[in-house]
């Protein structure tokens, strides 16, 4: 059961991956963020698209997924066939993507203040990586310059 009333914000991310690499990192760091109550899994699926171009998509509830994510219970499953064949057709032949919508249950108690006050989120914007990265550069070099 969810109650809408003190959810987190909740996000959809897709990930993709080159060819056959070993993802079971990525699926033990996705176990442990909602071991840890970090995030709730509210879905969870698998899209790939073979060398020669068939797509295959994987439910959790599939057999291959399902192992891996037996913890993984509390589910809405929000994503549907036509979203994980349309991110398969995208895919460059051999290559594969998790995707996963999860409850930000770390925000949970902060959107719910927000709502409670009227508030509205107007602006969200993640920082690309690579942004940060060369933002620490410059301000690490900047500190070990002035040392």
């Given at each position: 059961?969810?109650?809408?009333?003190?959810?987190?914000?909740?996000?959809?991310?897709?990930?993709?991956?080159?060819?056959?690499?070993?993802?079971?990192?990525?699926?033990?760091?996705?176990?442990?963020?909602?071991?840890?109550?970090?995030?709730?899994?509210?879905?969870?699926?698998?899209?790939?698209?073979?060398?020669?171009?068939?797509?295959?998509?994987?439910?959790?509830?599939?057999?291959?997924?399902?192992?891996?994510?037996?913890?993984?219970?509390?589910?809405?499953?929000?994503?549907?066939?036509?979203?994980?064949?349309?991110?398969?057709?995208?895919?460059?032949?051999?290559?594969?993507?998790?995707?996963?919508?999860?409850?930000?249950?770390?925000?949970?108690?902060?959107?719910?203040?927000?709502?409670?006050?009227?508030?509205?989120?107007?602006?969200?914007?993640?920082?690309?990586?690579?942004?940060?990265?060369?933002?620490?550069?410059?301000?690490n070099e900047a500190l070990e310059d002035n040392s």
């Open positions: 059961m969810f109650d809408i009333d003190t959810m987190g914000p909740v996000d959809v991310a897709i990930i993709g991956f080159e060819g056959a690499t070993d993802r079971r990192g990525v699926a033990a760091a996705v176990l442990d963020l909602a071991d840890r109550g970090v995030v709730r899994i509210l879905d969870l699926a698998w899209a790939a698209k073979s060398a020669d171009g068939e797509i295959e998509v994987l439910e959790v509830t599939d057999s291959e997924l399902a192992d891996a994510f037996a913890a993984i219970t509390d589910r809405a499953e929000l994503l549907n066939d036509d979203d994980l064949i349309e991110v398969a057709e995208g895919l460059e032949p051999g290559n594969a993507a998790l995707l996963v919508v999860w409850e930000n249950t770390w925000a949970a108690p902060f959107a719910t203040a927000m709502r409670q006050a009227n508030g509205e989120l107007l602006v969200f914007e993640r920082v690309p990586r690579d942004a940060v990265v060369a933002a620490m550069e410059a301000f």
